[in-house]
């Protein structure tokens, strides 16, 4: 008989439960509004490093797309005149799926309008730190710029180094040379891994931020130095709860990004999805200056329940049967 029991009890719901709480009380106390936006939608991200689940459906012959970020439609809305908004919803990445992820998991993601680096990420480590339950959290934390991380721990400028001393860093066989090549992101985010992130501190948090201008994504380029971005992830020990921007505002800039996209998946044999317009049409008519927040529940869940396996915080696992 298949197992059909939930992975987790009754205690994990009611931990998880409280903790929805506690985020849910410090974001009405600070005024945002709880919005809800579509999962479904006839355009997906071009990303190259996030994959969407398509899904058929009889009101279209082309596939529609279950959302892996609810980004898009929230920065419609604060185009289209909404404050401060806040979202917690289910989302969909294709291909994912191990002891920290999972292809459908809870995501919390949040944006101020007019804050800048400094602001959104304070407001992040506080959110942490009442969600954990752990106050010092919220002014205990280290802050380390992308570049300066790599130096000090490795002796290389991410920012300017070949790709032989990458692979040197990480004393590569011919194998993995032959495997990443001349993917300068790919080899930065393996020695991001494998050395630096293990180095972190385990009782505070660490914000890394100013990331390269090629890993930009949805962040503005710093304004004082146009080769790194205003972007910033915060980790606990080699755990990352979050991710976040100052937002890039240009659609111009924006389009320019999306159809890079386009020809690295072109060029690599990654499917090509359909563009968001309605997302550049609102960046067009006008987004206001603002910054925003990703962060995964079930990765505050795991810290706060001291696991290292998210099938221990999730109702129910993943599942694939060949019958």
């Known amino acids: 008989m298949r197992d059909w029991r939930p992975s987790s009890g009754p205690d994990v719901a009611k931990r998880r439960a409280a903790l929805l709480r506690r985020l849910r009380a410090y974001f009405d106390a600070c005024a945002l509004i709880e919005v809800d936006t579509p999962a479904l939608s006839q355009a997906a991200v071009s990303d190259v490093h996030i994959e969407s689940l398509a899904v058929k459906s009889s009101l279209t012959s082309e ?4 959302h892996t970020s609810p980004e898009f439609f929230m920065k419609r809305m604060l185009a289209a005149g909404y ?22 998991f809870t995501m919390l993601e949040w944006y101020r309008l007019g804050f800048n680096l400094n602001s959104i990420i304070q407001d992040t480590t ?50 993995l040379r032959a495997s990443l090549g001349n993917e300068h992101r ?44 205003d972007r910033f992830e915060i980790f606990l020990g080699s755990t990352e709860i979050a991710n976040g921007y100052v937002e890039l505002i240009d659609s111009k800039i924006q389009s320019d990004r999306i159809a890079s996209d386009q020809t690295y998946r072109k060029n ?5 999805r359909p563009v968001d317009q309605a997302f550049i049409d609102a960046l067009e008519f006008g987004l206001p200056a603002c910054a925003g927040v990703a962060m995964g529940l079930e990765r505050l869940q795991m810290l706060y329940d001291k696991t290292s396996d998210i099938n221990d915080v999730i109702t129910f696992a993943f599942e694939v049967t060949d019958d």
């Open 83 to 104: 404050p401060d908004i806040y979202s917690i919803c289910r989302v969909f990445r294709d291909g994912e799926v191990g002891r920290s992820h999972q292809p459908e």
């Open 126 to 175: 506080q959110a942490i730190a009442i969600a954990l339950q752990q106050p010092e959290l919220s002014s205990n934390y280290e802050t380390l710029n992308y570049q300066d991380a790599f130096l000090k721990t490795c002796g290389i400028d991410p920012l300017s180094c070949s790709i032989d001393a990458l692979a040197d860093v990480m004393a590569a066989d011919q194998q």
């Open 186 to 229: 790919a080899w930065l985010d393996l020695i991001l891994t494998v050395k630096i992130l293990p180095s972190l501190a385990t009782d505070k948090l660490t914000v890394l931020q100013h990331y390269p201008a090629d890993q930009a994504a949805l962040a503005r380029n710093c304004p004082n130095d146009a080769a790194v971005a």
């Open 63 to 66: 596939p529609l797309y279950l």
């Open 268 to 272: 690599h044999g990654l499917p090509k």
